[in-house]
């Protein structure tokens, strides 16, 4: 309880006295949770005043999230001027992905998931990410951790060298250094599925879009955090999901996210994909649901659980 409230205090020093600058420590430590048995939801909706020279990226990175989840919360507030004291919605609470194991990315969120013991029990560290755009997408399935490597090297493949040249930013060198000029910032994790991996960047606003070559891009600080923790070998489990249903003792909440621009699919069968994931959670144990409030809460597509049912 301490070390929570610790962490929100520094969270929340720009806000606390303006014109502070915070340093990456106190931007550095992971929104982490031990589980409850059966926990199929962390976290907690929070609000806070923004101020004049706020934008909803800068807020976002404070409290860790990324671009579209903090977009998708906060519909009808300006994303590079939200005003002095425009209430900012951020979306800190999360129904758990369908895999629980290891390190898990659900795409369709932007948002990559930790599962590991936290101080002897079972618990979560969660963090924002970037995915591949739409030509360049990110794997979904069972992959694993390979090689773990700190100031590494970046080798574009020809296809990137390609596409940079005819873009007209100019060649691009066969080997960039370790330095600021490299895109994997300062840790990068090598995934089992050639040429993908999870790092870091040297250009953080990016972070919570869809806007890589198909690597899972985190920001420094929340990658500085992460590197350590995850050895060779631990499993990553790539979905989308950009519906979720998840329990809170007796209460049923649902949690709506875009799909992706390129995911035809579930763009298609949108409500019989929803239909599919709310049987898997209510299979063993039947709800009471305001469906009328289900169709609000999909139209709205939020990125936010929110109370539809209770369990019968």
Known sequence: MIMAVFRRFFRLLPWLIPGLVVPAAALATADSWVLQPAAQLVGEVDVIAARQEDTLTDIGRVHGLGYEEIVWANQGVDIWLPGEGTLVSL???FILPSARSGVVVNIAEYRLYFFHQINGQPGVSTFPVSIGRMDWSTPIGRWSVVAKQKDPAWYPPESIRKEHLEDGRGELQKVVPAGPDNPLGRYAMRLSINGYLIHGTNRPVGVGMQVTHGCIRMYPEDIEWLFPQVPVGTPVT?????????????????????????????????????????????RERPARVNWRLVEDVYRRQEGVPVLVGTSM
Not at 250 to 279: F, G, Q
């Open 91 to 93: 979306p800190k609470q």
């Open 238 to 282: 790539i979905v989308n999901q950009p519906y979720k249903f998840g329990w809170q003792g007796n209460d049923l909440y649902l949690e709506v996210h875009p799909p992706l621009e390129d995911d035809k699919s579930t763009r298609e069968r949108a409500m019989t994909v929803l239909t599919e994931e709310y049987i898997q959670a209510t």
